[in-house]
Each structure stands twice: as C-alpha cells, then as structure tokens.
C-alpha cells in the first residue's frame, strides 16, 4: 500500500517558484506512473504533469514549459519545480499514482503578490 507526502508549497508572488516534492513509502515506487494533479474549489483535479518509470514527461497545455516533473528512484520521490508562476496557478497540489488512485494529503500553493 503505497502512501505519499507532499511538501514544499506555500504562499509566492506572481512570477516566483516553488518547488514540490512528494515522498513515498510503501509498494515498488520506481515502476509507478506518477503524477502532479491540482485542484482548485468548486473544480475538478485536473492533470499538471506525469512522468513514467523510464522518465517519460507529459504535461498539459497550461504549463507552456514552466513546470518540470521529475523523478528519484533511489529517493522513492517526486518532483515538481514550478517557475513563472501566475495567480491562476493557485490551488492545492496533489501527487499520486493515477493508475492506483492513491494520493497524498495536497499542499496548497497561492500565487498573490
């Protein structure tokens, strides 16, 4: 039973960085499929970026290059740096592995100057 922590959000001014990570324990981390997934209230949790064991990158259309997902085996952990943000980037971040529908607790990010 796989289980995730995310940390590393908070409060960034427009056009900052955050970077998130996501740690976990349990099952065989490096053949997950992982992905970042945001959710803002009274919306559905959409997709942010999802890598493959073999690091394979998918990202969706909004990120337009200014996110980057990546991944440590070794770590059991996930990686989501975040540059360029704006305040439409605001919402509570999600990692998880889609396939199994597991997911961490969420950490919220605001960008708000």
């Known amino acids: 039973q796989v289980h995730l922590v995310e940390s590393g959000g908070g409060l960034v001014q427009p056009g900052g960085s955050l970077r998130l990570s996501c740690a976990a324990s349990?099952?065989?981390?490096?053949?997950?499929?992982l992905g970042w997934y945001r959710q803002v209230p009274g919306k559905q949790r959409e997709m942010v970026a999802t890598i493959t064991s073999g690091g394979r990158t998918n990202y969706a259309d909004f990120v337009e290059g200014r996110f980057t997902i990546s991944r440590d085996n070794a770590k059991n952990t996930v990686y989501l740096q975040m540059n360029s943000l704006r305040p439409e980037d605001t919402a509570v971040y999600y990692c998880?592995?889609?396939?199994?529908?597991?997911w961490g607790q969420g950490s919220q990010v605001t960008v708000s100057s």
């Open positions: 998880g592995v889609p396939t199994y529908d597991k």
């Open positions: 349990g099952g065989i981390f490096s053949i997950y499929v």
